[in-house]
């Protein structure tokens, strides 16, 4: 696995994820926004402890599936996010997909955030779709081994 990557879990077990696959996917994407990947953490956690980060940090009272502190400098994606499992699990049921797929739309969602890409105001929600979209799109040739952009990631 690549050094500039944490993959933690607070309270929950790590989601069994090819963990090197997805880091090159996410600097996949980071350098399609002309961005390069510092250091990110991925912090897997469950409701309980999403809500907590949430009311600390952001005074918000409600659940979300994702959190993203930036500490980006330049170009250079650097940053912590909270994943909430339960989150991630009771969405993809509402949405009618793949626990698996909502997850890494999750994933990514918070990379693009670090990329500049709101989801608050008015028509950013559909940019940030649009984007996830994309970005899913990479990902299905990865799974299958197909090479994306360059060997410089």
């Known amino acids: ?8 879990a607070q309270g929950v077990e ?8 997805v880091e090159r996917w996410i600097c996949a994407v980071a350098q399609a926004h002309g961005r390069m990947v510092g250091n990110l953490s ?3 956690c469950d409701d309980g402890r999403i809500i907590e980060v949430n009311r600390q940090f952001l005074a918000h009272d409600y659940y979300t599936d ?6 980006c400098r330049g170009r250079l994606l650097r940053g912590d996010m909270f994943i ?6 009771s969405n993809s049921l509402l949405q009618g997909c793949a626990y698996e797929d909502e997850l890494m739309r999750v994933i990514i969602h918070g990379v693009l ?9 008015p028509g950013e ?6 984007n996830e979209n994309t970005a899913l799109a990479m990902w299905a040739p990865m799974q299958a081994g197909e090479k994306l952009l360059t060997d410089e990631i």
């Open 1 to 8: 696995m690549d050094e500039r990557f944490q993959w933690l």
């Open 14 to 21: 790590l989601p069994a994820l090819d963990f090197s696959l």
């Open 42 to 44: 991925y912090i897997f």
């Open 66 to 71: 994702i959190i993203t502190f930036d500490d």
């Open 84 to 89: 909430s499992l339960d989150t991630v699990r």
């Open 113 to 121: 955030h670090l990329c500049g890409i709101n989801d608050k105001g």
């Open 125 to 130: 929600r559909e940019i940030m779709e649009d």
